[in-house]
């Protein structure tokens, strides 16, 4: 089996904050986060939890691992990555189609982008149309399509690089170095911030010439703001996000099989990866700064040779072409995508007859 691999470090050069749903509140004195009421509200990060064993709780002397044995630690979704890899995948294949004046239509550009979420299997699926469609460098690597086609890579999500996650297998061994050497459950912090409607603090004179008969307006917010109809809309309060420190380190790892989609498509991921990495914000609350990270990664080979995947040069990461395996994958990503054009992506992202007229 043809089996690539890549695997490296992302490590967080700002805060980290990832959405999770739920209705959590945060103690503003004693800085601990639960669920239910008696707090501040807090938009917590996502986390998975993990099991651990009585060796690991005695060693790591954890503060609150529930009755079960599990706590719950702050990844980064392999999904998240995975859509953004798809979609810095699908503009190095748009720059191959600008360069030739081709178009595509919109259902072809968003199943490219999305994954075409809403295919489903297919009689017209033909035997060579499904060959077709899993060696395509781009519809092979991602899978998808409207026929479901199946993905030659896998993506694994990031933990953080600690002695629990390392014990448990979630992160290589290899990196055993650059683990956290505090407890795994002191990875978090939460941030207040205040939001307030200046209408209810001040006014400096201008918004009576901006706002439409204001006085009238701002006595009727009051209003419903007293009788507590827009309680659930008051800005004049403080709230919290709980975010992964910087510092953090994120353990990334990625198995490509290129037996079907060929060495191009590893090739690809590698033009992904690179872009992935120079774009930076990741997460919530970028326009506060929020997201950044360092990448380090490597490409394991089918023999298990290891070699560097990224070089920095200034400010922006570069493919590592001085490696011979990278420099490989990249011409043969190169030969590829001079054989991609728009109106084979227009047949393999087209939609099956009867799919589309149930949509029509």
């Known amino acids: 089996m043809s089996e690539y691999r890549i695997a490296g470090i992302l490590k967080l050069t700002s805060p980290l904050h990832v959405a999770s749903p739920g209705d959590r509140v945060i103690d503003p004195n004693s800085l601990i986060p639960s669920y239910g009421k008696g707090g501040l509200p807090l938009s917590g990060t996502t986390r998975y939890p993990l099991a651990l064993s009585e060796e690991e709780i005695v060693s790591e002397e954890w503060e609150n691992p529930n009755h079960r044995g599990i706590v719950y630690l702050p990844v980064f979704p392999a999904n998240d990555l995975r859509g953004r890899l798809r979609r810095r995948a699908a503009e190095e294949v748009f720059k191959v189609l600008s360069l030739r004046g081709e178009l595509l239509t919109l259902e072809t550009y968003h199943g490219m982008m999305c994954g075409a979420v809403t295919g489903q299997p297919s009689k017209e699926l033909t035997f060579d149309?499904?060959?077709?469609?899993?060696?395509?460098?781009?519809?092979?690597?991602?899978?998808?399509?409207?026929?479901?086609?199946?993905?030659?890579?896998?993506?694994?999500?990031?933990?953080?690089?600690?002695?629990?996650?390392?014990?448990a297998g979630l992160v290589s061994s290899y990196y055993e170095d650059q683990k956290f050497l505090g407890r795994s459950d002191r990875l978090t912090r939460a941030i207040f911030y205040g939001r307030i409607d200046d209408a209810l603090v001040f006014s400096d004179g201008r918004a009576e010439l901006i706002?439409?008969?204001?006085?009238?307006?701002?006595?009727?917010?009051?209003?419903?703001?007293?009788?507590?109809?827009?309680?659930?809309?008051?800005?004049?309060?403080?709230?919290?996000?709980?975010?992964?420190?910087?510092?953090?380190?994120?353990?990334?790892?990625?198995?490509?099989e290129t037996e079907r989609a060929g060495l191009g498509a590893l090739g690809l991921l590698i033009r992904s990866v690179t872009a992935f990495a120079n774009k930076q914000g990741i997460g919530g609350w970028t326009r506060n700064g929020f997201g950044r990270f360092e990448s380090q990664f490597d490409l394991l080979t089918p023999d298990?040779?290891?070699?560097?995947?990224?070089?920095?040069?200034?400010?922006?990461?570069?493919?590592?072409?001085?490696?011979?395996?990278?420099?490989?994958?990249?011409?043969?990503?190169?030969?590829?995508?001079?054989?991609?054009?728009?109106?084979?992506?227009?047949?393999?992202?087209?939609?099956?007859?009867?799919?589309?007229?149930?949509?029509?």
Not at 142 to 167: D, E, M, N, Y
Not at 239 to 251: H, M, N, S
Request: aromatic fraction near 8%; glycine fraction near 8%.
């Open 211 to 256: 706002v439409k008969e204001y006085s009238t307006a701002v006595a009727d917010w009051m209003n419903e703001l007293g009788s507590g109809e827009r309680s659930k809309r008051q800005l004049h309060t403080f709230a919290a996000i709980e975010y992964v420190i910087p510092g953090t380190r994120f353990y990334s790892e990625m198995k490509v």
């Open 304 to 360: 298990d040779v290891r070699v560097a995947l990224l070089i920095k040069a200034g400010d922006e990461y570069e493919p590592n072409i001085n490696s011979d395996e990278v420099a490989e994958a990249l011409d043969a990503w190169t030969v590829a995508s001079s054989t991609i054009d728009a109106a084979e992506l227009e047949e393999l992202y087209s939609l099956p007859a009867e799919k589309r007229k149930a949509v029509g």
């Open 129 to 167: 149309l499904a060959l077709k469609s899993g060696r395509h460098s781009f519809l092979g690597l991602f899978g998808g399509g409207p026929r479901l086609v199946r993905s030659c890579l896998q993506i694994h999500t990031l933990w953080p690089v600690t002695h629990t996650t390392i014990k």
